[in-house]
């Protein structure tokens, strides 16, 4: 779980941590947090960018899980050990700061 306020800030923390390799969030931890903001901003107003881009990371964990493992996989994997590819968070910080 991470134990971060749901805001702007610590999401691009988050995501530049990862690309940095200094992260101590597993993945999954990750897309559950984006999740958690999206579900908490949704009905308030936040940039959009920002929801728009935790509900990206949510999404995409979700098809990473789906595409990349079978059923019987998922079942016995260690869901803390599963990574995202890095060019992703490379992107998603792109994206951040390009606004």
Same mark, same amino acid.
């Given at each position: #779980?991470?134990?971060?306020?749901?805001?702007?800030?610590?999401?691009?923390?988050?995501?530049?941590?990862?690309?940095?390799?200094?992260?101590?969030?597993?993945? /999954?931890?990750?897309?559950?947090?984006?999740?958690?903001?999206?579900?908490?901003?949704?009905?308030?107003?936040?940039?959009?960018?920002? &929801?728009?881009?935790?509900?990206?990371?949510?999404?995409?964990?979700?098809? /990473?899980? &789906?595409?990349?493992?079978?059923?019987?996989? &998922?079942?016995?994997?260690?869901?803390?050990?599963?990574? #995202?590819?890095?060019?992703?968070?490379?992107?998603?910080?792109?994206?951040?700061?390009?606004?």
């Amino acid at each position: #779980m991470i134990n971060l306020e749901l805001n702007q800030e610590n999401l691009k923390e988050v995501i530049k941590k990862v690309i940095h390799g200094e992260s101590k969030y597993s993945h /999954y931890q990750i897309a559950n947090w984006c999740s958690n903001y999206v579900n908490y901003f949704e009905d308030f107003e936040v940039l959009p960018l920002y &929801l728009t881009l935790s509900e990206e990371i949510d999404n995409q964990w979700e098809l /990473y899980l &789906l595409n990349s493992f079978s059923q019987e996989e &998922l079942v016995s994997i260690k869901i803390n050990e599963i990574t #995202m590819p890095i060019s992703w968070f490379q992107e998603w910080d792109r994206k951040l700061n390009c606004r």
